[in-house]
């Protein structure tokens, strides 16, 4: 394999080596060989030639395509594109395409050893052809021209003029329309977008606007940007087309971007062409209607009533500032009733006129002063307002305006159908829009205005004395056990906005964490609840009550909450206060009745410090009485003296009962906590001698 490679190297080099040497024997002497062959030559032909010789006299064999082999390398073609207009001296000249030059000529073999060129080298000829297009326009020729003042363009009649230039500025106008769904509308279903269609005619581009319509809540302006639109392709793989003029004939629909347009019409410049250029017939730029848009229809004539167009029936007024505005812009203005503006001026009469509405439900008597102005036979009615009448405190009944006497507003009517000043009189009656209102009274100066005019009015009537009101008194209704009471009863006291209720802020802070708790029974008849025990709690900051259950093993009963915190009233609706907590005492809470068997220590202590409010635990009040049957206290020892001379608190109770002290059963716990300080149980009945009698009482306290 080596032997064969240097063999064939070897025969490359020889055949390198014959090329070099036809290549020396050349003559390379462009001069000589221009006054030879004449304009023609060029040192390309000559170097061909050249070449040509020495390969038609050896086999030609192909050299390897390695550097230092063969002299040139083909250039690559330019992917670029080239410039076909120019401007030379102010004239457009057109250049022909220099993709169809080759800087090597096309031969039938390589050459070796060529070079590349960068242009053919030769003699440039003067274009004396004005038809002759192929080569520049020469600075001689132009020169000439200008000197006979000829002018000479660089294109031949019958060359034909570039796109740019034959359709320059030169666009086509079609009117065309969308429809779009309207949802959750009663108003519309549909909706039609007028647009302009613009067909750039140089390039084919297209540019869509949007007509704008006013009112109608939807942004316009432009839909499509300048440019080309490619036709929706029905497969994937099939290729896309750009839209032409013959697309856009009158009736065809167009879809651009998924949004469907019909074309209707066109404009008469855009008619002409396509049917000259185009070939369109009559048929094809015939205008189609627009669809009817319900919504645009509806806005439009609302539009035309606030606008102020003439011929519109807009079921009011037109204010009287309006009018003068209007004239001073131009409008022409009826002088009519000038002169009664200058005879009159401001007089206006007044009659006071009365509407019993009784008859109808929830009616009433209302007064009212009515103006007629005599400048130009309008009324105005006012309404009188008494202070606490409860009603709303409106300026007008009716605003100055001409007064129908049928009771219907319209546009044009007689002017004897309108209430003039001969039709109100004392007595009468007028119907302001079906209101009957009597009239009752005159001013002064509607009198002499009627005597002067020969008219004898009557006398004023009285007006009619409003009827009694009836006293209402407000019934609070039952509390339904829906949140607190307080809230309950702030919804009643009229507002919308009820603040919330008022609570006693130094009782809160003065009585903060006292609590009276009491060991309590349930007063049935049944037997199962005689066993059963309950806690009482009062809370003194706010006056309410919790109940709770001790749970107890085996009853069958489970304790717990009974009635959580709240504040509870009497039978009668009074609130329970901390002056109905005392031991002896039985309490109505929600259908039950409980029995205070007895407290804790801090809960009398409590009661026995604030004697004001726990009377009962007072002994100052209990001493008075007790000190008054002392002796009949000694006279009751002695009679049941058992021996050891003590007693508990059932011999206290005993006692006050044979002697006459009808106390409660919270009395004698404060009397017994007096002789009882240390809590043994059985005191000796001279401590309840020595505590009934003053010197007992003062030690005491």
Known sequence: ?????????????????????????????????????????????????????????????????????????????????????????????????????????????????????????????????????????????????????????????????????EHDRRVLLFNAYYEEDVLQSAIEKKRVHPCEVYFFVEDGTIEIIQTKQESSGVPHGVYLRRSKVIKPRKTRYEPGCYYEIDDLKIGNDVIIYSRKFRIASCNESTKR?????????????????????????????????????????????????KQVMESMLGKETSITDRGMFLENGTDALCFQVVWDDRQRLYGDIQYFRLFYYLADDTIEILRTHNKNDGRHSFTKLLKRSKLPKNGKLSTVSDPSDNYLWQDLKIGGTVNVFNRVMIIARCDAFTRQHYLSKGIVLKEDMPLMVPEKKVELKRVIPPYNGFGSEEDSLRSCMGSLNPPPPKKDLQKMRDKNGLILCFNAQLVSDKPYDADRRFVIQFFMEDDTIAIREPPVQNSGIMGGSFLRRQSMKHADGTAYAAKDMYVGNIVDIVGHKFLLLNADECTYRIMECDDRTFPFSNYTRLHEPLASKIEDIKKYFIANYDGNGELDLEGLAKCCDSIGLEFNKQELITVWRQTDRKGKGRIAFKKLLNLASEEGFSTQR
């Open 1 to 165: 394999k080596i032997s064969h490679s240097i063999i064939l190297l070897r025969a490359y080099n020889r055949k390198d080596q014959r090329c070099q040497m036809s290549l020396h024997s050349y003559d390379w002497n462009a001069a000589s060989r221009l006054s030879l062959e004449g304009p023609s030559f060029t040192q390309e032909n000559a170097f061909d030639s050249a070449h040509d010789d020495e390969m038609s006299s050896n086999d030609y064999v192909s050299l390897p395509a390695l550097p230092g082999f063969r002299r040139s390398n083909p250039r690559r073609p330019s992917s670029a594109k080239d410039q076909s207009l120019s401007f030379v001296n102010g004239y457009m000249m057109v250049r022909p395409s220099t993709s169809a030059r080759s800087y090597s000529r096309q031969t039938d073999h390589s050459v070796v050893g060529s070079r590349p060129l960068t242009a053919p080298v030769g003699i440039s000829k003067e274009v004396l052809d004005p038809t002759d297009v192929s080569g520049r326009y020469s600075f001689h020729r132009k020169k000439m021209e200008r000197e006979k003042g000829n002018i000479a363009l660089p294109f031949c009649p019958s060359s034909p003029l570039p796109a740019f230039l």
């Open 273 to 321: 062409y396509v049917v000259e250029h185009c070939g369109w017939n009559d048929e094809e730029v015939r205008s189609h209607p627009l669809p009817r848009d319900q919504f645009a229809e509806v806005n439009k004539a609302k539009m035309r009533r606030e606008s102020g167009v003439p011929g519109v029936e807009r079921n009011r007024k037109m204010h009287e500032l």
